[in-house]
Nanobody, 131 residues
Framework: EVQLVESGGGLAQAGGSLRLSCTFT????????IGWFRQAPGKEREGVAA????????YYAASVKGRFAISRDSANNAVTLQMDDLKPEDTAVYYC????????????????????????WGRGTQVTVSS
C-alpha cells in the first residue's frame, strides 16, 4: 500500500507564499502521477495540480495557474507545491494523492485533476490565508 504524507501547511497573509511537500513510499508498478487537491469547508474536493513521474509533465487548475508550481524530487520520493501570491480563497485542507492509472499528465489533461482517478491519499494539511 502506497502511503503519502503532506507537510508545510500553515497560516499566510494574502500575497504571501507557502511550500507544501508530499513524501510517499515507492510505487512498485513503474510510472505514476502525484496530484495536489484541496477541500474548503462546505465545498467538494478539487484538483489543483498534478505531475507525472515518467515525462514530468504538469497540469494546473485555472484558479492557480501562474501562482502555484508543482515539482518532483525523485531522489527523495517527494513532490512539492510552491504556492505564491496566495489569496483568501486558497484557504483549504490540501491533500496529495497518487495513482498509477495516469502515466502522462500531458496526455490526460484535466482528467489528471479528477479525484476518482487517484487510489492513494494522504491525510491533508491545513492552509489558511488571511486577508
Amino acid at each position: 500500500e502506497v502511503q503519502l504524507v503532506e507537510s508545510g501547511g500553515g497560516l499566510a497573509q494574502a500575497g504571501g507564499s507557502l511550500r507544501l511537500s508530499c513524501t510517499f513510499t515507492t510505487f512498485t508498478s513503474g510510472d505514476y502521477t502525484i496530484g495536489w487537491f484541496r477541500q474548503a469547508p462546505g465545498k467538494e474536493r478539487e484538483g489543483v495540480a498534478a505531475i507525472s513521474s515518467g515525462d514530468e509533465t504538469t497540469y494546473y487548475a485555472a484558479s492557480v495557474k501562474g501562482r502555484f508550481a508543482i515539482s518532483r524530487d525523485s531522489a527523495n520520493n517527494a513532490v512539492t507545491l510552491q504556492m505564491d501570491d496566495l489569496k483568501p480563497e486558497d484557504t483549504a485542507v490540501y491533500y496529495c494523492a497518487g495513482t498509477t492509472r495516469i502515466t502522462s499528465v500531458q496526455a490526460m489533461g484535466v482528467i489528471a485533476l479528477i479525484t476518482g482517478w487517484y487510489d492513494h491519499w494522504g491525510r491533508g494539511t491545513q492552509v489558511t490565508v488571511s486577508s
